[in-house]
């Protein structure tokens, strides 16, 4: 079993008074909510910042802040591909629609009791941009043949045809990628919406835990790498934790997914068990199956590499900005 860590220096982010002034500036313009008053609420998640929930508001377009506590309950509506029910709290990811009860706080901000989400609501709305830009992209493509045709005159009309041809082929097949994307509310939601992958969020430090064939189980020194990991989090304001599990090509596609996702859920456990880590601090660990290929897998060594876990600690860039100045 090998492991390597990658670390950023934290130092920067300890500056508490700066941090304190960003945080007021982050909650400037946002809707308040009335100390010791319960207030429901729902909207689309914007942005994470550590236990801080960013929404939109759906009913005035409003930012409001929602915060995650100890007591917080999460609780989805449709089934989810975490894998344990404890978990549902690492679902609260920018995109995902959620319903929010709670009382408010001194900070105007809202102290969360109960979430509810539905993951199946954030599938159809990733389709439904997904199906937007095909349209642009077909639109676009349609005009550009279209302007080669009135430069040659002759065949203008013919190309037209083609190119409207072509943009209404496109949007039937955006209407069908969109389609197998709502039924499949778990690939869009876990495997093309990682979060660490949004230009909102700057990677501190890195551990890559990587597993014999067939295994998911975490080997001594495992262990010790999320142990100093979880301690150096500690100290970052804010902090979050993303895992994303994988697999090398040697099983099916099915036994590939299973055993990432078995893999990314054995370091959630330990960094809940073991390390102390606040499950809400933890964002969707899954697994990618074979995906995301780090070498090839034509070699025994390509495999080794493969079959991994990267896990991350992560903050949200306005915070690394506004603690370097």
């Known amino acids: 079993m090998k492991f390597r860590v990658r670390k950023s220096s934290v130092a920067m982010f300890q500056c508490a008074v700066v941090l304190a002034l960003l945080g007021g500036l982050l909650n400037a313009g946002a809707q308040q909510f009335t100390a010791g008053k319960k207030a429901k609420v729902s909207g689309v998640i914007v942005s994470r910042s550590g236990d801080a929930v960013t929404i939109r508001v759906k009913k005035t377009g409003a930012n409001a802040v929602i915060d995650l506590t100890d007591t917080t309950k999460v609780e989805r509506k449709q089934d989810f591909r975490l894998r344990h029910a404890d978990m549902d709290v690492t679902a609260m990811v920018p995109g995902l629609t959620i319903d929010v009860e709670g009382v408010g706080n001194s900070k105007g901000q809202l102290d969360a009791s109960k979430i509810t989400f539905d993951p199946n609501v954030f599938a159809i709305e990733v389709a439904e941009e997904q199906q937007i830009q095909a349209n642009q992209a077909a639109a676009a493509h349609a005009q550009s043949t279209a302007n080669q045709g009135v430069a040659a005159a002759g065949q203008a009309q013919t190309s037209a045809n083609a190119a409207q041809a072509t943009a209404n082929q496109a949007g039937q097949v955006a209407m069908a990628a969109g389609a197998v994307a709502v039924t499949d509310a778990q690939a869009v939601a876990l495997v093309n919406k990682r979060v660490s992958d949004l230009a909102d969020y700057k990677t501190v430090e890195e551990a890559d835990l990587f597993f014999q064939t067939g295994e998911s189980t975490l080997s001594p020194d495992d262990k010790a790498a999320l142990s100093k990991l979880a301690s150096d989090a500690a100290s970052i304001q804010n902090y979050m934790i993303e895992i994303a599990g994988y697999a090398s090509s040697t099983g099916t596609k099915s036994e590939n997914l299973n055993?990432?996702?078995?893999?990314?859920?054995?370091?959630?456990?330990?960094?809940?068990?073991?390390?102390?880590?606040?499950?809400?601090?933890?964002?969707?660990?899954?697994?990618?199956?074979?995906?995301?290929?780090?070498?090839?897998?034509?070699?025994?060594?390509?495999?080794?590499?493969?079959?991994?876990?990267?896990?991350k600690v992560i903050i949200n860039k306005g915070i690394a900005e506004g603690a370097s100045m």
């Open 259 to 311: 055993l990432s996702d078995a893999r990314a859920a054995a370091v959630a456990d330990f960094l809940r068990d073991s390390a102390n880590v606040p499950m809400r601090r933890i964002l969707v660990p899954a697994g990618y199956g074979a995906s995301h290929a780090a070498a090839s897998n034509q070699s025994s060594l390509g495999r080794d590499i493969n079959q991994r876990v990267d896990v």
